[in-house]
């Protein structure tokens, strides 16, 4: 409704959602079911068949919007990212990037990404099928692990790209069990963390490229360790062609060392047109030249950045900023600890205490004893601030459809 979309193209699951809001869309006026005919609903190969040849396309210019993206929606409602034609040929450089050589022969693509959103779409879709690289697609929701690896292993998939929290949620299975053929794996979405960097190394045979962007200026920091740009826990170092720097709360540039909000200056290929009918979401993602992710994060003296968390969900504790990838990291450590996730609960003494939500292994009981043995490990590795002084344990991590974790669900949990 929001976009005042015109057509749809969609399957009998699809259409089923859509009969339950089609009173809310008087903008649509087509709509087309790969599943056959179905009600008002044309089949696809059925108005393929009816259909006249290709029109002359229409003459465009790379700001003229091209594709809408709506953002995950981690915290607040989701916005129209409205993109020029330029979005594509502005991610190929940091696609090549990550999966360098790119293409190669024999390549072939896989992600369990959603292609509505911007990492199925930009980080996988579009770019491969732009280099004629075959693209494998795995009709399974929700991610399972094992089912993933030997769809890997059945199709001979080379390339993959997975988010964060996929990988991690493999480490509970052995993909020694299957015949992986991957050459490069690119991450993004989440912060990857060192815990999960190190078991992809030793478990699937390869470094992990992870990078970073958002669906309003996407793949603008990233990894490539065929070229020598390779860190555990870190999103690797602005790519070529994007400006990109660390700025304070009053918009200056920060130094090595010290937390900045990720910024990146336009003009820039792969950033947005601006909010979907936001005239004022949009002036206020920008400070002068420099758009605001909304992200915390740290780079060091060699130029990689490491990710700290959105503003939003940075925890304040007795005067320290404290992102939660960090602890995350290090409770994915725990060999009791399948998925974690870490947020801010109020304290009237400290502003903030640090709560983590577990999600356990098989094979492993809930128990106050345990909680306090997470509790230890973890403060031992960081500092005392820190460390999370309540655990929960949680069947599930909250996540959106794009596989984030939905910190403000366990906010309110908290």
């Known amino acids: 409704a929001e976009a005042g979309a015109s057509a749809i193209v969609t399957n009998a699951d699809g259409l089923a959602k859509l009969a339950a809001i089609r009173a809310d869309l008087p903008a649509l006026a087509t709509v087309i079911c790969t599943d056959g005919p179905a009600g008002d609903a044309e089949g696809y190969r059925e108005a393929l068949a009816a259909s006249k040849p290709f029109a002359t396309a229409e003459a465009t210019t ?46 072939r693509l896989w992600t369990p990404s959603d292609w509505a959103w911007a990492g199925g779409l930009l980080n996988a879709l579009l770019p491969s099928l732009f280099h004629g690289t075959p693209v494998v697609f795995g009709p399974f929701r929700p991610f ?41 794996i690119g991450a993004a979405g989440e912060s990857l963390g060192r815990e999960a960097f190190v078991w992809a190394k030793e478990k699937l045979g390869l470094p992990v490229n992870e990078f970073y962007g958002q669906t309003e200026c996407n793949y603008v920091i990233g990894s490539s360790a065929a070229l020598g740009v390779s860190r555990a826990g870190a999103i690797g170092k602005p790519i070529p062609g994007h400006d990109v720097t660390l700025l304070d709360e009053a918009g200056r540039e920060v130094p090595d060392g010290v937390a900045g909000q990720i910024a990146v200056r336009r003009p820039d290929p792969v950033m947005f047109l601006g909010y979907w009918n936001q005239p004022e979401a949009t002036a206020a993602k920008f400070l002068g030249d420099w758009m605001l992710t909304g992200d915390q994060a740290i780079r060091d003296s060699d130029g990689y950045i490491r990710f700290i968390g959105r503003d939003d969900d940075v925890i304040i504790s007795a005067g320290y900023r404290i992102g939660p990838a960090e602890i995350e990291d290090c409770l994915l450590a725990h060999p009791t600890v399948a998925m974690a996730a870490a947020v801010g609960k109020p304290h009237p003494v400290r502003t903030e205490i640090v709560k983590a939500f577990i999600v356990l292994k098989p094979g492993f009981e809930r128990s106050d ?15 005392a601030a820190e460390y999370p002084r309540e655990i929960a344990f949680v069947d599930e991590i909250p996540m959106t459809t794009t596989g984030k974790v939905v910190r403000r669900a366990l906010r309110e949990l908290a």
């Open 62 to 107: 790379p700001d003229d919007p091209a594709l809408m993206i709506f953002t995950s929606g981690t915290t607040g409602q989701p916005k129209g990212a409205l993109h020029g034609h330029r979005v594509l040929p502005g991610h190929l450089p940091g696609f090549a990037f990550t999966h360098t050589p790119f293409p190669s022969a024999g390549d």
């Open 144 to 184: 399972d692990p094992d089912e993933a690896l030997a769809l890997m292993a059945k199709a001979e998939v080379r390339n993959a790209f997975l988010p964060p929290t996929a990988l991690k949620m493999m480490r509970g299975s052995d993909p020694a069990r299957y015949d992986l053929k991957l050459r490069t």
């Open 369 to 383: 004893r345990l909680a306090e043995e997470i509790r230890l490990f973890v403060r031992a590795r960081l500092s």
